[in-house]
């Protein structure tokens, strides 16, 4: 398979993932966007051993859209500082079930993982592994029942966007974890990683990408859109790609 790229220099790859694809090797056996991205870079450049390609984040296995991979060392470790201190604008899209109360707002949690069951939940700040879980979203127009989020991440909790709409009553289309007695079995989950924005890790300047969902149901009730990406290129700068 041909991962977009969507831009690489000496130090950095941001790219497309696609849906359904592991991030990294997990128990499922399947072949994973790591292992592929260091095979493609060891055949475009012809690099002889192993190698080095740094995951600094991770989409969930249904989730499309932007990543960061770190190509050297140098960059791995300041884009993982910056990933623990929330400063990379990190922009999704949602399509949910339902309306909003608010056509923006703040959402504040505190989530737990299982990791036996795979699963998060939303516990009281109280609880003992309890982690602080906080984003931010805009309906960008609501129709047919369903209602186009677009959720700024603060934190990055497993499952964070997922468990915290469905908490409030907004299941996101096709979750089959947490959407409730709202899910339909073989639909694909609304939720795209649309842009990345931050500081380049080694030339300090700005850089940014975005990425569109494909155009096939419930994406293609959304018009809007098609349109985001110039206007979200247009309000930061040259930089963006």
């Known amino acids: 398979m041909k991962i977009p790229i969507l831009y690489e220099d000496n130090h950095l790859l941001l790219v497309e993932k696609p ?43 249904p989730v499309g859209g932007a990543m960061v991979f770190a190509k050297t060392s140098k960059a791995a470790s300041r884009l993982s500082d910056m990933f623990r201190r929330h400063v990379i604008e990190r922009n999704y899209f949602a399509v949910v079930h339902g309306s909003l109360k608010k056509k923006r707002g703040q959402l504040v949690h505190y ?28 309906v960008m ?48 989950l609304a939720l795209w990683a649309h842009s990345l924005y931050f500081e380049h890790p080694v030339r300090n300047e700005p850089i940014g990408v975005y990425s ?12 809007i859109i098609a349109n985001r990406g110039e206007n979200f290129k247009s309000k930061k700068n040259p930089a963006f790609y």
């Open 212 to 223: 569109l969902p494909p155009s096939r149901y419930p994406w293609d009730l959304w018009s």
């Open 19 to 61: 849906i359904n694809i592991p991030v990294q090797e997990d128990s499922s056996g399947d072949l994973d966007l790591l292992t592929m991205l260091r095979n493609d870079i060891k055949i475009r450049y012809q690099k002889p051993g192993n190698v080095y390609l740094g995951l600094i984040h991770r989409l969930d296995r």
């Open 141 to 188: 127009e609501s129709k047919k029942g369903f209602s186009l989020l677009s959720v700024n991440l603060h934190t990055g909790r497993p499952h964070q966007i997922r468990i915290q709409l469905s908490t409030i009553g907004n299941p996101i289309f096709g979750d089959q974890k947490y959407g409730g007695h709202l899910k339909r079995s073989g639909q694909q």
């Open 111 to 138: 989530l737990h993982k299982d990791h036996r069951k795979n699963k998060v939940f939303v516990v009281p700040s109280t609880h003992p592994n309890a982690k602080k879980a906080v984003l931010d979203y805009e």
